[in-house]
């Protein structure tokens, strides 16, 4: 199983571009602040847990209770509580998540704030690219960008759970914009698409603690499932902006 990483020597995040990582950045900021996350998307250190937008339950039985309870209430919260740990005192205590991640994506010295920082604002991402009775058709705006950019939304499926298959070891899948083309992208660890400059539209979590106490190895099934039941094309679209 995975766990929330604190190690200063971890991974290093890497195609980092400060100016395009404020760029995209402020699109999605505005666009977590109209879908009712502005605490979140604005909030100063000492950073908090945001609530779940759906009780435990609600994703089951495609994410049992059990493993959204522990994903949320152990995995996330530990990446809170330590980035909470590694900003307390220094420079980065006053600043909010997003301006974190900023700061110290593409430092070796400082791979464990980034990791706690980016794990953070992935999962608070992750939970709201999910929701009950999601997948199915895409908004009409989405889906015409979607088979511009892909050919059918059916394809556009089919990479998204090739990202998530393809992604070795752990890490997320994404559909995101990069300048005014819809992609998917995969990234390892903790990495995420911000910091190479481009807008994340919705994401995959496959960390195993994501699937594993529902699916042991099989995370095919699991993308597979998320994405033809809970996947939120609704927040994807909040996001294109
Ligand atoms: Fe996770």
Known sequence: ???????????????????????????????????????????AA???????????????????????????????????????????????????????????????????????????????????????????EPPAALKQKIEAAFGSVEACKKELAGAAMGQFGSGWAWLVLDGDKLKVVKTGNAELPLTAGMKPLLTIDVWEHAYYLDYQNRRGDYVNAVLDKLINWEFALQNLG
Do not use: C
């Open 46 to 136: 000492p950073h908090t847990l945001p609530p779940l937008p759906y009780a435990d339950s609600a994703l089951s039985p495609v994410i049992s209770a059990n493993t959204l309870g522990f994903h949320y209430g152990k995995h996330h919260k530990t990446y809170v509580d330590n980035l909470n740990k590694l900003v307390a005192g220094t420079e980065y205590a006053d600043l909010s998540l997003e301006k974190v991640i900023a700061a110290v994506a593409g430092r070796p010295d400082k791979a464990g704030l980034f990791n706690n920082a980016a794990q953070t604002w992935n999962h608070t991402f992750y939970w709201r690219s999910l929701r009950p009775n999601g997948g199915g």
């Open 1 to 43: 199983m995975n766990t929330p990483d604190i190690n200063e020597n971890a991974s290093t995040p890497s195609n980092f571009n400060r100016r395009d990582f404020l760029a995209a950045f402020t699109g999605v900021a505005a666009t977590l602040a109209l879908g009712g996350f502005s605490r979140v998307a604005q909030a």
